[in-house]
């Protein structure tokens, strides 16, 4: 019995063969401390969690939900990107609901690509961009990700043939893993590049509610223009710390939403009713207990900076997302150190070759720990280094 050729393409998820390490670990006695997965360690506001808990002993919310989203999550999610970003939103050509982000993202690769299509994908970058293009026989090219440019893609280097054959352009801002930003001004060189190109740009933008220092992070769907070359992904995981719950959504371009829509109608049912009854309370409901929130990630984030400081070690301050990009001066890789910091200290981190060819020579630190058991894994590597 043989797979399909595809298959070929799909590996082990690295956090997969991470965690069944740390476990053997753990096993023999020692103390791991993980700041590796990007999971939120903090619940999500009470009031969430009571609808939830109101709502799932409903009789009649126990079905099939309606697909692609039930229509109050879908008016909610209007609702949430007028108030925020005042972006408006039909909620029912311009939103599809999502299982979480990530099978959006997958699968809208499905739904745009042929074989030999080019996407580009942003490296270092979350690995589902350029694995879900692999999957639909596209060929993928990566946009490097440089400190010198602050993480950012320099669209005037991709050649013209490049850009005249690419089908889809992923974007993440804030970004992960290196917690860069953008403004106003770089979304709207990116959408005139779609324009120029006829690119769709797809924006991968969970963290844009996770901010710093009076930093406040603009939407791509802002832009004029960007409703016929844009689609933006968000999620309930992370800003609403309800990763768990598997909530999500992608708003923009009509075409791509009808698309999403009607290959998702082949391959789930939906989300239960009562989560998405939870992600409209999250959505418009109060908001400012995310304050309360982003203040503990700020915290967590400088007992990062601080400790580090006096190591040879160069961590960069994000202003956005829960991570901290940190740069290796050692002669080794980032992979060796990742290993051999997780074997001598017990501190897990993840190695910024993963994240594409562009992050070797860092790593990333997760700030979904609670704070106690961070500050005493950067104590561990302080003292190591």
Not at 13 to 19: P, T
Not at 32 to 55: K, N
Not at 226 to 255: D, P
Not at 315 to 340: C, G, L
Request: glycine share 8%.
């Amino acid at each position: 019995m043989q797979l399909s050729k595809r298959m070929n393409t799909v590996e082990p998820y690295f956090f997969a063969k991470l965690g069944t390490h740390i476990a053997k670990l753990k096993a023999q006695g020692k103390d791991i401390i993980r700041l590796d997965m990007g999971s939120p360690d903090l619940p999500p506001a009470q009031f969430i969690v009571d609808t939830l808990h109101q709502l799932s002993s409903e009789a009649n919310l126990h079905g099939y939900a309606p697909l692609g989203g039930s229509p109050d999550f879908l008016k909610a999610v209007s609702t949430y990107y007028a108030n925020r970003f005042d972006v408006n939103l039909d909620p029912t050509s311009e939103i599809v609901g999502l299982i979480g982000s990530k099978e959006g993202l997958f699968h809208l690769s499905m739904a745009f690509l042929n074989p030999d299509d080019i996407v580009l994908v942003p490296d270092p970058g979350y690995a589902v961009y350029a694995r879900a293009a692999k999957f639909a026989g596209a060929k993928v090219v990566t946009m490097p990700l440089l400190e010198s440019n602050h993480f950012l893609p320099d669209l005037s280097s991709i050649p013209n043939h490049i850009a005249s054959r690419t089908k889809l352009l992923w974007l993440n801002y804030p970004n992960n893993p290196t917690g860069a930003i953008v403004d106003d001004k770089f979304f709207t060189e990116v959408v005139e590049f779609a324009h120029t190109h006829q690119i769709m740009i797809c924006n991968d933008a969970p963290y844009m509610d996770i901010t710093f220092d009076g930093y406040n992070a603009p939407s791509l769907l802002q832009v004029s223009g960007s409703s016929e070359v844009a689609i933006e992904f968000n999620s309930l995981s992370k800003t609403y710390n309800m990763a768990g719950w598997r909530l999500g959504m992608a708003c923009g371009n009509q075409t791509g939403i009808t698309a999403l829509r009607d290959l998702k109608s082949n391959i789930d049912s939906s989300q239960f009713q009562a989560i998405q009854a939870s992600g409209v309370a999250a959505l418009t409901g109060d908001q400012t207990w995310l304050k309360e929130r982003n203040t503990i990630y700020q915290e967590r984030r400088n007992i990062v900076l601080d400790g580090l400081s006096n190591t040879n070690l160069i961590p960069y301050k994000p202003q956005a997302a829960m991570y901290v990009w940190v740069r290796i001066q050692d002669n080794i890789t980032s992979k060796d150190f990742t290993e051999t910091l997780l074997e001598e200290v017990g501190v897990s981190v993840t190695p910024g070759s993963f994240f594409g060819e562009s992050g070797e020579g860092y790593f990333r630190i997760s700030l979904g720990t609670p704070t106690d058991r961070i500050q005493e894994a950067i104590q561990r590597i302080a003292d190591w280094k």
